[in-house]
Each structure stands twice: as structure tokens, then as C-alpha cells.
């Protein structure tokens, strides 16, 4: 490393230096003088599962860098039926900038790790670095293009193709820099409840689908959690990706 680079990195905060959301999230958009200023008012911190981190109608005062862990997000309706309508992983932003009442809920799916920020921070830095609010709109617009390729999924695909589409989505975010074929292992961060609440389908639907990968041979589950996928190009074709 060059002496131009070591002083650079020198500037940057012992806090930001091995982070994954200043390297691939948010954060990259900032200067180091600015990750300095951020890193004044941030609190990292470990959250255990079902741990609420933000409650529909909360008032938004706060913002997070998920660090680590799956989060889920849910919506409720007004007899108090809820869907799971998305997931959150490293280093994706959890909040809901230029908004101050939240619409969803926000919750520990597995333990989770997050940075988190004041608003009225951040919300001075997005004025300040154009970089930061192109940031913050490219993962809005990527957060929709997901949410349009799982409304497909709900809509069109089979209750095969649904649950390999769960496995390929939590296996890409697990190691997002797999090859294209091969093994990935993994924990499903999701009960098997929750995984048919996602997925509309029933738990029993839900298990034998599983038990027809297991048993063609593309999947393996321990302890009811943990999967091994032997194969991750076969699984992408039946979830027809």
C-alpha cells in the first residue's frame, strides 16, 4: 500500500475501516472527514432474534447500516394480520429517508448487527454529498426491482419454484461473490412459519417442497435450519430465475 493510501486510511475511523457498509452500502458515498463527523453520533449494537428495531407508525428519528444478519420487514393490516414483505441484509440501509413516520416493521430475524445514526444527521449529510442521496436512490430503486421480482414470484411461479426462489435468494445474499456453480451452506433465517408467510404458501407445503429438493439430491438440511446447497446453477433453473 502506498504512503498516499496509508494516509487516507489513517483518516478514516477505526469504526468504518472494516465495515462492509462503507465498503459495498451507504457510507462508501462518503468522505472521510464525513464518515469522522457521522462516526460522532453512531451506536453499533448486537440485537438478539425478534427483536423489534423499528415499529410501523414508530416516528422515524434514527437510521442503521444492517452490518450483519437477516432482518425482516413486515406490514400490518387494520385487523392485525401481517405479511412479511421483504428482507434486509448486509450492508443494506434500514430506513426510510425524507419520511418521518415509518410504515413498516422492522424486525430481527436472526441475531443482527447495525450501525445506527440520528436522522437529523444524516439527513444533513445527504444535503451536503449528492453522492450519498444517488446512493440511497439506487438502493430504493434496487429495493423495488426486488420487490417486482417477487411479486412475479408470488404471482406466477409454482410452490416449487417459490421455495427454491427463498433458497437462491438467502444463498445469493449469504455469499453474494459464490460461483455461479458449486456448494453454498447456510441457516435459514426464517422459521418454517414465517418462510410460508413469505412465500404464501402453507408450513406443509413449505416442508415438502423442501423434502423433494432433499431427496432429487440438490439440498441437504441439518437440525431443521442449516442447508447445504450442492449445486447453486441447478437450484437457480428450478426456481426459474
Known amino acids: 500500500m502506498s504512503s498516499r493510501q496509508d494516509i ?20 462508501g458515498a462518503l468522505t472521510p472527514g464525513q464518515l469522522v463527523e457521522l462516526s460522532r453520533h453512531t451506536t453499533k449494537r448486537k440485537v438478539d432474534p425478534s427483536t423489534v428495531l423499528v415499529s410501523d407508525a414508530d416516528t422515524v428519528d434514527s437510521y442503521a447500516n444492517v452490518l450483519a444478519g437477516v432482518v425482516k420487514l413486515t406490514k400490518t393490516m387494520a385487523d392485525g394480520r401481517q405479511q412479511i414483505v421483504g428482507l434486509q441484509f448486509a450492508p443494506d440501509f434500514l430506513g426510510r429517508p425524507f419520511k418521518h ?11 443482527v448487527h447495525v450501525c445506527a445514526f440520528p436522522k437529523k444527521s444524516l439527513d444533513r449529510m445527504i444535503e451536503q454529498a449528492p453522492e450519498l442521496g444517488h446512493r440511497l436512490h439506487v438502493q430504493a430503486l434496487n429495493e423495488l426491482d426486488e420487490a417486482r421480482d ?5 404471482g406466477r411461479k409454482t410452490a416449487a419454484e417459490r421455495v427454491a426462489s427463498f433458497l437462491h435468494l438467502i444463498a445469493r445474499h449469504g455469499d453474494p461473490e ?9 441457516d435459514l433465517p426464517l422459521t418454517r412459519a414465517d418462510i410460508a408467510d413469505f412465500l404464501g404458501l402453507t408450513i406443509e407445503t413449505v416442508s415438502r417442497q423442501l423434502t423433494k429438493l432433499r431427496k432429487d439430491g440438490l439440498i441437504s438440511v441439518e437440525s431443521n435450519r442449516h442447508v447445504t446447497v450442492f449445486d447453486i446453477a441447478k437450484l437457480e433453473r428450478r426456481a426459474n430465475v
Not at 459464490?178 to 447456510?186: K, L, Y
Request: proline share 4%.
Open 8 to 27: 487516507h486510511n489513517s483518516e478514516i475511523p477505526v469504526l468504518c475501516r472494516s465495515c462492509e457498509a462503507r465498503h459495498r452500502g451507504v457510507c
Open 101 to 111: 413516520e415509518s410504515s413498516i416493521t422492522a424486525e430481527a430475524a436472526t441475531p
Open 150 to 154: 417477487w411479486m412475479l414470484t408470488l
Open 178 to 186: 459464490a460461483e455461479t456453480e458449486g456448494e453454498i451452506s447456510f
